[in-house]
């Protein structure tokens, strides 16, 4: 088995990462703490002119037309850097509306592969104690919507956006132009910095095309598992990265507190939980891209993203002592992502739990130890 990238992959990676590195150094990221900007606006210009804003938009659309492997190795690049800016949620919504949206859709599509309107969605209701607070009912003129979006990232400053909507007893995806005045936008910011607005909406009336299908719920939620999980990665690895250089500098009691065996096995233990989460995200991403189902395996990796993030987080902040709770030191950005991120997978418990009601209903460990491939449901 070739576990290699290719050329083009690794060069994708390589320009991703050149471009975060170079964009969020210190000094900008200083700047930004205090700025009070939802995003970092030049930064994604410079994602519209390179195009990593519509590598997983189709071609025919104006997109690349790549999978998620490239996607992820975009995302995790943004995760080393902090870097706030909508690029997963911008191109899975075009993506999802160009494979289940109506000819209206491609609108939309269009424009958010040219960078001209930028696009939104939120998954989180599915995870959330209140459930979906989006009704639709159906009206001779098409859908009649009514009730409330939580913290839709990027909310005032995106054009459209997919949410969740509850139609008929189940859970469907709903394209929002954001323009419309019966939604009124009330704008907030997370704990890591990234903008968003909360959704009122009473008596908006959107044409039939706009409900997706079913099916694009189910196509969409791994893929926005998957690229949560990727920017956990990049996170932790450069929250680890970091904090190994720290505890070889750090000198306590004429040592350097990297040579102490607590500290030592502590940077273990996050090592394993970042290779652990390496696998399955790997695991992941490669069935989404040959097609294959991967319901344990999204569920799989949305668990160990948070659990990876929770123990990784504060095992930087416990070694580093005082200095990483001081807000002028940069590792408290780390753990601010890393809870931002596992808050958007739902957090770990809910994740184990759905895991736990898929394994009820399935008399197999999984794909790799009974079933072929094309068999796991």
């Known amino acids: 088995m070739d576990f290699e990238l290719s050329e083009d992959q690794r060069a994708i990676a390589q320009m991703a990462d050149s471009l975060f590195a170079d964009h969020c150094h210190e000094e900008y990221m200083r700047h930004w703490d205090t700025s ?17 804003h519509a590598l997983a938009i189709p071609e025919e659309q104006g997109g690349s037309g790549l999978g998620m492997t490239e996607l992820m190795l975009v995302l995790q690049a943004q995760g080393h850097g902090l870097a706030q800016v909508p690029l997963w949620r911008h191109q899975l919504a075009a993506a999802t509306l160009a494979r289940f949206g109506l000819d209206e859709s491609s609108t939309w599509v269009a424009k958010a592969a040219s960078g001209e309107a930028m696009l939104s969605l939120s998954l989180d209701a599915l995870s959330s104690a209140r459930g979906i607070e989006l009704e639709a009912r159906s009206c ?14 990027l ?19 709903l394209l929002l132009d954001l323009s419309a005045p019966q939604v009124l936008r009330v704008p907030g910011v997370l704990t890591h910095g990234e903008g968003v607005a909360d959704l009122h909406i009473e008596g908006l009336i959107v044409p039939v095309g706009h409900l997706l299908p079913a099916e694009a719920l189910a196509w969409l939620e791994p893929r926005s598992v998957a690229a949560l999980a990727a920017l956990q990665l990049g996170v932790s690895e450069e929250q680890i990265r970091r904090t190994v250089a720290y505890v070889n500098e750090r000198v306590q009691f004429e040592r350097p507190i990297g040579s102490f065996q607590a500290v030592q096995m502590s940077m273990a233990d996050t090592h394993i939980a970042l290779e652990a989460l390496r696998s399955v995200l790997w695991q992941l991403c490669y069935r989404i891209d040959a097609g294959l189902p991967s319901p344990s395996e999204m569920l799989a990796t949305s668990w160990l993203a948070c659990e990876a993030g929770h123990r990784i987080g504060h095992t930087a902040q416990h070694v580093h002592g005082g200095i990483g709770v ?36 399935n008399d197999k460990l999984g794909w790799k130890y009974d079933l072929e491939e094309h068999q796991a449901l």
């Open 155 to 173: 909310g005032e400053q995106s054009r459209a956006a997919l949410v969740l909507v509850e139609a008929e007893g189940q859970p469907r995806l």
């Open 140 to 153: 001779a003129d098409g859908w009649h919507i009514t009730g409330r979006v939580a913290a839709l990232a």
């Open 36 to 52: 009070g900007e939802p995003m970092m606006a030049p930064l994604w210009a410079l994602c519209i002119e390179t195009g990593l």
């Open 326 to 361: 001081d807000l002028t030191y940069p590792i408290h950005r780390f753990l601010y992502w890393s809870r931002g991120l596992c808050l958007a997978l739902g957090g770990s418990a809910a994740s184990l739990e759905r895991l736990g009601d898929w394994l009820s209903n």
